[in-house]
């Protein structure tokens, strides 16, 4: 499960220059919870109904009655997502048990006005039924974002970090220097990619090295292994440093 999550990591630049990463929620998962919120609220809507029928209905009537419950009807629908996501979780029950929550796109909580930003354009996004406006939303941004989010500037992301999966191989690379001159961006996304490497399977690492074979000129667990020695490289090039220092956030890759 970890590893498969790990392709949703969505870097953000916060307004001070840092980076933080959000690994942020599809729409099937986002789907289940919203469904497990559906059948929360027709439980409470059945367990109040049964209440006033046997509480409030001899003593108001059935109009009385009838008008109550759809105003409670009325405040639950618009406002049982404010009250959760800008809460202490930042998630509904639905949310929570999927292992989700609403954050802000600057990684911190929803705040009560962007709560009922989001949650008051649901309306658009379930237009024309089903929350297709906002399923097609999602599929077309790369946080996965509604309308509703892309207004108030949140996201929805997994709450629990993943295990660190246990390698199956461990590569040992020794430092070497590209065979070629590499752009900025080159250097970022092999930096990023011994940073992000713990937390694949061996297979997703050995799919994404094959990608780099025009660089590393070797298939496999040796493209592998030569592009993490240019990564270390990348790291602290050997004219500038003295004894290896250990590589961060990647244990199963030594120099």
Same mark, same amino acid.
């Given at each position: ?87 202490? %979780? ?8 999927? %292992? ?56 929805? @992301? ?62 496999? @667990? ?17 004219? %500038?440093?003295?004894? /290896?220092? /250990?590589? %961060?956030?990647? /244990?199963?890759?030594?120099?």
């Amino acid at each position: 499960m970890a590893a498969a999550r790990a392709d949703t990591l969505q870097p953000v630049e916060l307004a001070d220059g840092v980076e933080i990463q959000l690994r942020v929620a599809g729409p099937a998962v986002r789907s289940m919870a919203y469904t497990i919120d559906l059948l929360v609220r027709l439980g409470i809507y059945l367990g109040v109904w049964i209440a006033a029928l046997f509480l409030v209905l001899p003593g108001i009537g059935m109009e009385l009655t009838g008008g109550l419950m759809l105003l409670f009807m009325f405040f639950m629908e618009w406002f049982y997502n404010v009250i959760f996501e800008a809460g202490a %979780k930042g998630a509904t029950p639905g949310q929570r048990s999927m %292992k989700l929550r609403v954050m802000s796109m600057t990684g911190g909580p929803v705040t009560l006005a962007q709560a009922v930003m989001r949650n008051f354009l649901r309306v658009v996004d379930f237009m024309p039924g089903l929350y297709l406006t906002g399923i097609v939303c999602m599929l077309f941004t790369k946080r996965f974002q509604r309308l509703g989010d892309l207004v108030a500037n949140t996201v929805v @992301t997994y709450a629990d970090p993943p295990p660190s999966p246990t390698p199956a191989v461990e590569i040992r690379a020794e430092r070497r220097a590209p065979a070629q001159v590499l752009t900025r961006e080159e250097q970022s996304a092999l930096l990023q990619f011994i940073e992000r490497a713990p937390l694949w399977a061996d297979e997703r690492r050995l799919e994404l090295s094959t990608l780099a074979e025009p660089l590393t000129h070797a298939p496999g @667990t040796e493209g592998l292994r030569r592009l993490c020695g240019m990564a270390l490289w990348l790291q602290e090039p050997e004219d %500038k440093r003295g004894t /290896p220092p /250990p590589l %961060k956030g990647a /244990p199963l890759f030594r120099s």
